[in-house]
């Protein structure tokens, strides 16, 4: 079975620009969750949707950052314009079922903004 | 105060000593609690899951302590495969985020 898969892998980008980030949840994952680790701090909650609608997005930083899950099935992150705070590794993970499940995560997105 | 605490790292024990890790939480409605693993530019995985009655898994041993509203992990005849940063996560049923503890990070020397 194939788990969550993350594109790209990396990303460097220049201050200004605009970056997307694409998630696939394990099939039949409802739930879907973006996180942000930048260096040095913890994993940051980012947001969370069930199926394509946003459950929390109490972590998103601020309006540069868009998330969509079309469908209830890929989600994309938009970062737009991208600003040098921005760099970080952004994951994603998926569950099955809220509250108490595990989280299986893809193998993150390292991003940084030149 | 963060929501989620853990010991600061590194620490380096020599391959075969036993090893604990602490967690500490703040909101005394969390409801699960989660070790996971995360390898050097890895994705997290989880280790364990840790359960009110303590849970063991092999050279792994899990506690929660709900009183004093902290977790642990207790690694024993730690083996160089162990190095990694060890990740203490805690879930509200409310609102089913995970908060991440900042991670400790382990160093097994032969």
């Known amino acids: 079975e194939a788990g969550v898969t993350q594109f790209p892998s990396h990303s460097v980008i220049e201050k200004g620009q605009t970056v997307t980030l694409r998630c696939d949840p394990i099939s039949g994952h409802d739930n879907l969750y973006w996180y942000r680790r930048v260096m040095g701090k913890e994993i940051k909650f980012l947001l969370h949707?069930?199926?394509?609608?946003?459950?929390?997005e109490s972590g998103m930083p601020n309006n540069r950052f868009l998330a969509e899950r079309t469908g209830g099935t890929y989600s994309t992150l938009k970062v737009q314009p991208a600003e040098l705070e921005d760099s970080g590794v952004y994951f994603c993970a998926s569950s099955p079922s809220t509250g108490g499940t595990e989280a299986f995560f893809g193998q993150g997105t390292r991003l940084t903004v030149v | 105060r963060k929501e989620v605490e853990q010991d600061p790292g590194p620490f380096n024990v020599p391959e075969g000593a036993t090893v604990a890790f602490n967690c500490t939480y703040s909101?005394?409605?969390?409801?699960?609690f989660f070790w996971y693993r995360q390898d050097c530019r890895k994705e997290p995985k989880l280790l364990m899951s840790v359960y009110s009655s303590g849970n063991e898994d092999g050279r792994f041993t899990a506690q929660l302590n709900r009183a004093s509203q902290y977790i642990s992990l207790l690694i024993r005849d730690s083996k160089l495969s162990d190095s990694a940063t060890y990740l203490c996560?805690?879930?509200?049923?409310?609102?089913?985020?995970?908060?991440w503890g900042a991670g400790t990070k382990l160093i097994i020397k032969p």
């Open positions: 996560v805690v879930n509200y049923y409310s609102n089913y985020q995970l908060i």
């Open positions: 909101n005394s409605a969390s409801q699960s």
């Open positions: 949707f069930v199926k394509e609608s946003k459950q929390d």
